[in-house]
């Protein structure tokens, strides 16, 4: 997957339908394990976009607004579909997605890579510009309906207030008001893993000053480098040990919360179980 904007090249021609009329559930959409086959086959009609966001990461979230102010204003040309690497990490490893922001575009069943990191939205606009221009060359002429966007989800009057305390920079009262919430929602996994992101963020401003030689710390400062692989590989050896082994795998449990490298989750998983069983 390139890093930088580029010039879409989308292959063979799919066979499309040149006069299909507007399709599919919405203009902006949240791709989840149980409606991916149902964009795979809606993408043989119309051109869908892939957006992979985390919500520890500014850029990604960045990324995916961009392009839904895009989708509005292209009218349906295409269809965005959201996939959290947090909530849906499955679909984020059918697609091979290594870090976000991470973009691609689903057409005539094919998931294709488009780019990966932050871009200026005037180059977002091109790229899309051309990319429906490409899959229309390909017989993929289909547009959703614009007016069917997706409502944003009311935010909950707690999640306020987590907000405004993050907003003013008070990470504890937002971790306090976090696991209060996360307690009484246990299923929610939004809320544990925005927990886990402002818990390191207390970490390391706690361990400003701390060794590299504690692994504890040295993971923590690797995950803030979006180095994921190098802050478990730290824990795994950790835990060799059998006197650093409970408080490497608490840490590297906790770490997987805010990991967006998903095959790099899977093999440390895979390391962890085969060090404990």
Request: no cysteine.
């Amino acid at each position: 997957m390139a890093d930088q904007y580029g010039a879409v090249q989308l292959g063979e021609k799919t066979g499309g339908d040149k006069t299909a009329p507007a399709v599919g559930p919405g203009l902006i959409v949240e791709l989840t394990e149980q409606n991916l086959q149902e964009s795979l086959k809606l993408s043989q009609q119309v051109l869908i976009v892939v957006s992979f966001w985390a919500d520890w990461s500014d850029a990604s979230k960045q990324v995916t607004a961009d392009l839904e102010d895009i989708a509005r204003q292209m009218s349906g040309a295409f269809q965005l579909a959201k996939a959290s690497t947090d909530t849906a990490p499955r679909v984020a490893g059918a697609f091979q997605v290594q870090s976000v922001p991470a973009v691609f575009a689903l057409l005539g069943g094919r998931p294709m890579p488009l780019f990966q990191g932050a871009q200026p939205k005037d180059k977002l606009t091109e790229l899309m510009k051309q990319l429906v221009q490409a899959a229309r060359q390909q017989g993929v002429t289909g547009t959703v309906n614009a007016s069917a966007a997706a409502e944003p989800k009311p935010v909950s009057p707690a999640q306020q207030e987590i907000d405004a305390a993050l907003d003013e920079g008070d990470l504890e009262r937002a971790e306090k008001l976090l696991a209060k919430e996360a307690t009484n929602h246990p299923a929610d996994k939004d809320l544990k893993t925005q927990l886990a992101g402002v818990q390191l963020q207390l970490r390391l401003k706690q361990e400003e000053d701390a060794s590299d030689s504690d692994p504890l710390v040295l993971a923590d400062r690797f995950v803030s480098q979006r180095n994921e692989k190098a802050a478990f590989d730290v824990l795994l050896a950790a835990m060799k040990d059998p006197d650093q082994r409970e408080n490497a795998r608490a840490r590297l449990v906790e770490l997987f919360k805010v990991a967006s490298d998903t095959s790099a989750v899977s093999e440390a998983r895979r390391q962890m179980s085969a060090i404990l069983f």
